[in-house]
């Protein structure tokens, strides 16, 4: 079977342009990241008899995911098995809410700065 | 660059902001782009070259440092930089004005770099001296 995703150690560059909001776009994807997160992991194979869609369109998306950084692959037997890497999403979260509070901050500065120097 | 799959960033992140300033553009405009009054609310020291290609510095009192480029400069209307947090992904930074009466509406719009060329933050480096920066601005408006 070809390779689905990159291998954790494979380089950075292969997270693509926007990659994990992209990923959460779609809601067959939203499901699969929900599966793989409840269930600790699962086979192409597994996933297909969970959804109305065949193997091949989860292969799709589960590369998809893959390429976000969300979804990790590794042999299982003659299967991969996928599991949910959930470290883009808390890294997304993280930056949103720090630059969010800094730039509240800032402009709060700003505000005072411009109100004191008023006549 | 090969980087663990843990310090990868996230990527096209976006912050924005929009606050109405009791000031006209002109004046928002020198506060966005003097040295002197960048101090006041950007950054403990800042040295920028408003013009494109121009380099921005912002020093904290922490130690930290954080510099960058400047890519737009549009008098009173729009200004824009790229920086980097040390060790971290690079970031663009979007000023807008607005006139709105004697007023001026500013947006502020933050936005990670496409492929992040490692992590996005270092864990815990802002909390303490923005702390500090804001503490030490409340004395200086006192």
């Known amino acids: 079977m070809p390779q689905l995703l990159p291998q954790p150690s494979g380089p950075a560059g292969d997270a693509e342009a926007g990659a994990v909001f992209a990923a959460l776009a779609d809601p067959t994807r939203r499901h699969l990241v929900a599966v793989l997160g409840a269930g600790g992991g699962a086979t192409a194979t597994g996933l297909a008899a969970e959804l109305p869609i065949s193997r091949q369109a989860v292969a799709k998306h589960l590369a998809t995911l893959g390429r976000a950084g969300l979804v990790t692959q590794s042999r299982r037997g003659r299967e991969s098995l996928f599991q949910l890497d959930p470290r883009p999403l808390a890294d997304a979260a993280e930056w949103l809410t720090t630059v969010g509070a800094e730039w509240d901050s800032r402009l709060s500065d700003l505000q005072r700065l411009l109100d004191a120097k008023r006549p | ?80 930089w790229s920086w980097r947090r040390d060790g971290c992904a690079p ?52």
């Open chain 2, 1 to 80: 660059m090969t980087l663990p799959r843990s310090e990868r960033g996230p990527t096209a992140e976006r912050v924005s902001r929009s606050v109405e300033l009791d000031a006209a553009p002109g004046e928002v405009w020198d506060a966005l782009t003097e040295d002197a009054l960048l101090a006041e609310w950007l950054a403990d020291e800042v040295e920028i070259e408003a013009e494109p290609g121009g380099e921005i510095v912002c020093r904290y009192a922490g130690g930290e440092e954080r510099r960058g480029e400047v890519e737009l400069v549009e008098e009173a209307e729009r200004l824009a």
């Open chain 2, 91 to 142: 970031s663009r930074v979007e000023l807008i004005l607005d006139a709105v009466a004697e007023r001026t509406r500013l947006t502020v719009i933050e936005t990670a770099s496409v492929r992040a060329a490692g992590p996005l933050l270092l864990a815990g480096t802002w909390s303490a001296p923005l702390a500090r920066l804001r503490a030490a601005v409340r004395l200086v408006l006192a």
